[in-house]
């Protein structure tokens, strides 16, 4: 967890639940994973089940404390819809992100099935923001199920991008997040899958963000896409009680950023 996060889309990170396990092939190389078992050895107390599912309590009043609004990606070391994590808990997270409703939440799982059995019982306001990973063309049942919840913005994380994924069905969906895998045992990722999804985001107007060519040294690598960035972020206004001195910006396909 953290005020600050290196991920590109997001700006903070906030874990309420910590770890997982592995359901389908964009799991190999987990990065939370690695990351769980350091901070265990380390002694950090949320990980002493290193990557074992496990509730944290005692997070959800932070987002409370950060009173700058802010975009925060909600558990980025688990899985909410983890059939580990009791319903009551994942209400008590979505009560959490509705008190500190000045903020958006952008909460990503790859168990949507159980996401699309529990929406009905989950208080969803326009802040909240929930996606699903699709790592291959294999996976793109998850964007149904995706559809059939009450979120008021949809989005796909197609990282690590392990295949082309030729007819991506993006009726309902507001944004999609593209990236190729980092770190030790990398896969590589095909420009042309890269480029085939992005023309498909236009042409449905859909917001499309290129996170990462990926590889061992991603920073090498870099994030420009036919020698531009694109950092398209949901057309839709930030809802809540944010201090009206700051502005909500969203950045165009080179990276200017527009005011909305």
């Not at 107390?45 to 700058?68: C, D, E």
Request: proline fraction near 7%; hydrophobic fraction near 35%; charge should be positive.
């Amino acid at each position: 967890m953290g005020d600050h996060s290196a991920i590109e889309w997001t700006e903070a990170t906030w874990n309420p639940v910590t770890g997982c396990d592995k359901v389908s092939p964009g799991c190999k190389h987990c990065y939370a994973e690695r990351m769980a078992k350091r901070l265990q050895l380390m002694g950090q107390a949320n990980y002493a089940n290193g990557f074992a599912v496990t509730t944290q309590p005692k997070m959800l009043s932070v987002p409370l404390g950060w009173r700058r609004p802010r975009t925060i990606f909600v558990n980025s070391m688990s899985d909410l819809y983890h059939k580990d994590v009791p319903l009551e808990y994942i209400q008590r997270v979505f009560r959490a992100m509705n008190d500190a409703h000045w903020h958006q939440y952008q909460v990503l799982t790859k168990r949507a099935d159980r996401l699309a059995e529990l929406s009905p019982e989950l208080p969803w306001s326009p802040h909240i923001w929930q996606g699903v990973s699709v790592e291959s063309a294999a996976y793109t049942w998850r964007i149904d199920r995706l559809r059939e919840t009450g979120a008021h913005i949809k989005f796909l994380s197609v990282e690590p991008l392990l295949g082309p994924i030729p007819n991506l069905h993006l009726s309902g969906i507001d944004w999609v997040i593209v990236g190729g895998e980092s770190g030790p045992g990398a896969r590589p990722m095909n420009p042309t899958w890269v480029r085939d999804i992005r023309d498909q985001c236009i042409a449905a107007g859909v917001a499309f963000f290129f996170k990462q060519w990926g590889g061992v040294n991603k920073k090498r690598t870099g994030r420009e896409l036919d020698g531009q960035l694109w950092n398209d972020m949901p057309k839709k206004p930030r809802t809540g009680s944010a201090d009206a001195s700051e502005t909500s910006n969203v950045a165009g396909p080179s990276g200017v950023f527009l005011s909305r």
